[in-house]
Antibody, heavy 123, light 106 residues
Framework: QVTLRESGPALVKPTQTLTLTCTFS???????????VSWLRQSPGKALEWLAV???????YFRTSLRTRLTISKDASKNQVVLTMTDMDPVDTATYFC??????????????WGQGTLVTVSS | SYELTQPPSVSVSPGQTASISCSGG??????VCWYQQRPGHSPVLIIY???KRPSGIPERISGSHSGNTATLTIGEAQAMDEADYYC??????????FGGGTKMTV
């Protein structure tokens, strides 16, 4: 059974750095599985927005508009993927999801999602 | 940056068929997938690689792709199908791209 769970602070202040951890089970992110893990977010009442992905071979891709603020890393031994976002702003208030990511024929898609964690940016 | 366009809303009567379009430049060169997101829940993958259904997704949900438009079709609409639906593709320059979402009312 594949599960993912996001954890991190519910409230951050403007200009602070957000660190979120995705802990997953039921699969591995390694060359034998070819699986990746992504982070996405959804502001209240808005559309889904992809943020970043770390591939099984440790390649990383980022949302162009947020590239300078994001880092993503994986710890395969702990089955965890960590996202950091610097210089948080109230517009970054959103529910942040991690998702198992399948890569097939120039398509990245998300076949299992965590429940999401709401992050509010406010002083 | 690459964009996908969906209608903001669609309404369907119970038992009828609903279709949601997703359009984008050179979309014929890309695979499309679809997600259903019920209120207060995480998205669920319902179609991938244009037409494939993950296990557990009923056959009345189907996807198609012709030219620059992909279409999600939901047959025999039920109250449980009320949700937001998002199309998604991958662009080599932009990365993962989602459409703006379509709110379906039954």
């Amino acid at each position: 059974q594949v599960t993912l769970r996001e954890s991190g602070p519910a409230l951050v202040k403007p200009t602070q750095t957000l660190t979120l951890t995705c802990t997953f089970s039921g699969f591995s992110v390694n060359p034998s599985t070819g699986m990746s893990v992504s982070w996405l977010r959804q502001s209240p009442g808005k559309a889904l927005e992809w943020l970043a992905v770390v591939d099984w071979d440790d390649d990383k891709y980022f949302r162009t508009s947020l590239r300078t603020r994001l880092t993503i890393s994986k710890d395969a031994s702990k089955n965890q993927v960590v996202l950091t976002m610097t210089d948080m702003d109230p517009v970054d208030t959103a529910t942040y999801f991690c998702a198992r990511t399948v890569v097939v024929s120039q398509l990245y898609y998300f076949d299992h999602w965590g429940q999401g964690t709401l992050v509010t940016v406010s002083s | 940056s690459y964009e996908l366009t969906q209608p903001p809303s669609v309404s369907v009567s119970p038992g009828q068929t609903a279709s949601i379009s997703c359009s984008g430049g050179k979309l014929e060169e890309k695979y499309v997938c679809w997600y259903q997101q019920r209120p207060g829940h995480s998205p669920v993958l319902i179609i991938y690689q244009d037409t494939k259904r993950p296990s557990g997704i009923p056959e009345r949900i189907s996807g198609s792709h012709s030219g620059n438009t992909a279409t999600l079709t939901i047959g025999e609409a039920q109250a449980m199908d009320e949700a937001d639906y998002y199309c998604q593709a991958w662009d080599s320059s932009t990365g993962v791209v989602f459409g703006g979402g379509t709110k379906m009312t039954v």
